[in-house]
Every structure is written in C-alpha cells, then in structure tokens.
C-alpha cells in the first residue's frame, strides 16, 4: 500500500473508533510499530489533530472529520450484496436504516458505478423461509438502549408459552440458531439471561440508568455459555 494511502486509511480508521492502539493500527495494515509511530507523526505534521492517551491509545480530537472520498466498484457491491442479508437477517428497523446508508452510499458513486450496481442488483436473489422473517421493530431500540445503558421493561413469552414482566439491563445482542438474542441482566432472576428477540412481545425503553455497576463483557458470556456441559448451538441458555 502507498503510503499515503496509508496515511488517508489511518484517519478513516481513527474515525471509526475512539481510540487505536499502535499495535492495532500495525496489525491492521500489517506494518510495523516504528512505522505506525513515524505514520502518526507525519499525520501530525500536517496538522492532522491525533491525540493519545496512555493505555488507551491514538485518537482524533474531537470535531475533526474527512469526508469519505470515493467507494470503489468492489466496496459498493459489498453492501449491495449485504442488503440481501440484512433482508433477511434483521427485523424492520434494522432494514430501514441500512436501505438509507445504502441510498448515502449511491449518492456518491460515479455514473458508470452506479449501472453496475443496477446490474448487479438484478442479478442478486437471497431467499429464506419465511418463518425466519422478522416483522417486529425492536433490534434499533435495543442497540440504543445497550449503548446509553438504559433499563428496558419486557413483556416476554418463554418457550412454554408463560408470559412474564421483566425489567432488563441489555449487554448485548446474539445472533445463533438464526435467530437474534438479547442478553441482559435480569431484574427478576438476577442472573444475565437469554431473551430470544422474537419472543418479546412488547417492549418499552425507561430512560432509566442501569442499577448494576458492571457488567461482564459479552464475550464473556458467550464463552461461558460454550463451556456448558449440555451447551448446543441450536439452543438457548439459560432460558429465560
């Protein structure tokens, strides 16, 4: 890779994440160390505003921003072909902000690009059972309510069909046995559980901060969920 292609990918790689570590940054473009620092200086030369922090990492200060430039033919079919999985895969909401990013995305393609995609497109057919469709519009709330760490109120039905009120304090979301999981810190048992998504019936967000200081990482939990002795992929535990 040119370096100045390198350079342009650092910022667009600082912009996607709060902070990178120089080994990351090394790993990631497959350089050495020495050279991600002597990247970061030479970005700094240009008045480029890269920040650290120690044990944390590199960062862009605050209100800096580089447009994205172009996407190239290869990038953009990508996402062409993602749409058909998130079709499938996500419930209403998911597939409403994607087909608007996708629109963002063709709205910076050059003509001749964007035929392509059209061709591609007509040549693209995902198809899945229809019971694997999700007509409800929770995954968005959920991920908004894991990332401002606020209290979600369900009315869930577990697999014996017995409906329960729980109070919930999200993780993270799952997706195995094709189907979406939530994982969160139950109020009632007080244990994390497993919610599978298509079995909420209503939910509603509190605006209330979680009560429980911390929580275990998700990988966590999905380790220890592997170690289980009676643990199978098609299944889900523990049950909620």
């Known amino acids: 890779m040119h370096?100045?292609?390198?350079?342009?990918?650092?910022?667009?790689?600082l912009q996607g994440k709060k902070h990178y570590t120089a080994e990351g940054i090394a790993e990631h473009f497959g350089i050495s160390v020495r050279t991600v620092y002597r990247?970061?200086?030479?970005?700094?030369?240009q008045g480029i505003p890269v920040g650290f922090e120690p044990t944390k990492g590199y960062f862009l200060v605050q209100g800096y921003f580089l447009p994205p430039v172009s996407f190239s033919s290869e990038e953009a079919n990508a996402l062409l072909l993602m749409e058909s999985v998130v079709s499938a895969f996500a419930d209403k909401s998911i597939?409403?902000?994607?087909?608007?990013?996708?629109?963002?995305?063709?709205?910076?393609?050059?003509?001749a690009q964007k035929e392509q995609l059209e061709t591609l497109h007509n040549h693209i057919s995902?198809?899945?059972?229809?019971?694997?469709?999700?007509?409800?519009?929770?995954?968005?709330?959920?991920?908004?309510?894991i990332t401002s760490s606020h209290i979600l109120e369900l009315d869930y039905q577990n697999k014996g069909g017995i409906a329960s009120k729980r109070q919930v304090e999200p993780i993270g979301l799952v997706f195995y046995a094709l189907a979406w999981h939530l994982i969160a810190w139950c109020h009632l048992r007080q244990e994390y559980r497993d919610f599978k998504v298509t079995r909420i019936q209503a939910m509603r967000c509190l605006d209330v901060p979680f009560k429980k200081l911390e929580h275990m990482p998700l990988s966590?939990?999905?380790?220890?969920?592997?170690?289980?002795?009676d643990y199978q992929p098609t299944a889900t535990y523990p049950i909620a």
């Open 220 to 229: 966590e939990y999905v380790e220890e969920l592997k170690k289980h002795e």
């Open 95 to 111: 597939q409403k902000h994607y087909s608007t990013a996708l629109n963002k995305v063709k709205a910076v393609l050059r003509t």
């Open 39 to 45: 990247d970061i200086k030479a970005l700094g030369e």
């Open 126 to 145: 995902f198809h899945v059972p229809d019971c694997f469709k999700y007509d409800q519009e929770y995954l968005s709330v959920l991920q908004a309510a």
């Open 3 to 13: 370096r100045l292609t390198r350079l342009l990918s650092i910022i667009t790689l």
